[in-house]
T-cell receptor, first 117, second 116 residues
Framework: AQTVTQSQPEMSVQEAETVTLSCTYD???????LFWYKQPPSRQMILVIR??????QNATENRFSVNFQKAAKSFSLKISDSQLGDAAMYFC??????????????FGKGTKLSVKP | AAGVIQSPRHLIKEKRETATLKCYPI?????VYWYQQGPGQDPQFLIS???????DKGSIPDRFSAQQFSDYHSELNMSSLELGDSALYFC???????????????FGPGTRLTVL
């Protein structure tokens, strides 16, 4: 079974600076999807960024980028120019490519990010 | 754009009571997933439906049942409620394009269930 590990329960960053959240995963599959979700105090689950495992190029979405190391099974999230609105719980998630409708998300325990003004 | 709708948003029940949570997926989405997020926990997959048939099952207690109806909305029925069932219940919907294709899951706002 696949597992997702986030080793940093809490992180803190100064406004306008850069922070990196870590995520490792374990799988025997060769193709899969990885995601970072943001959960602000409203508890809404918001997709931040996704990465297809067959793509070597790291995904980027504005101030958010990932460092995907397939061999190391590592998938870190970098937030540049941190803003107060970035403060939230961040979940790393895995989804199998196969299985169509059976592709449920497997989440890590989350990292709570605080942004200091 | 239309989003996933969940009702009710908040629900308070007593132990041993029954609760029904509803989910209305994004129009034309054919797959619904249910997740449970306990306090301070990550979301855990409960069950999914594709084209009104149960597709996959996760860590769903036997006291819980779910179904997807002809209009694609889904209901999660929870009986003999326990204190430990207090959690945020998310529904997510997606459009499955094939066995090995990406299909983003769009999350609803969740139903917060409190069992007293």
């Amino acid at each position: 079974a696949q597992t997702v590990t986030q080793s940093q329960p809490e992180m803190s960053v100064q406004e306008a600076e850069t922070v990196t959240l870590s995520c490792t995963y374990d799988t025997s599959e060769s193709d899969y999807y990885l995601f970072w979700y943001k959960q602000p105090p409203s508890r809404q689950m918001i997709l931040v960024i996704r990465q297809e495992a067959y793509k070597q190029q790291n995904a980027t979405e504005n101030r958010f980028s990932v460092n995907f190391q397939k061999a190391a099974k590592s998938f870190s999230l970098k937030i540049s120019d941190s803003q107060l609105g970035d403060a939230a719980m961040y979940f790393c998630a895995y989804r199998s490519v196969y299985g169509g409708s059976q592709g449920n998300l497997i989440f890590g325990k989350g990292t709570k990010l605080s942004v200091k003004p | 754009a239309a989003g996933v709708i969940q009702s009710p948003r908040h629900l308070i029940k007593e132990k041993r009571e029954t609760a029904t949570l509803k989910c209305y997926p994004i129009p034309r989405h054919d797959t619904v997933y249910w997740y449970q997020q306990g306090p301070g926990q990550d979301p855990q997959f409960l069950i999914s439906f594709y084209e009104k048939m149960q597709s996959d099952k996760g860590s769903i207690p036997d006291r819980f049942s779910a179904q997807q109806f002809s209009d694609y909305h889904s209901e999660l029925n929870m009986s003999s409620l326990e204190l430990g069932d207090s959690a945020l219940y998310f529904c997510a919907s997606s459009l499955v394009l094939g066995e090995s294709s990406y299909n983003e899951q769009f999350f609803g706002p969740g139903t917060r269930l409190t069992v007293l």
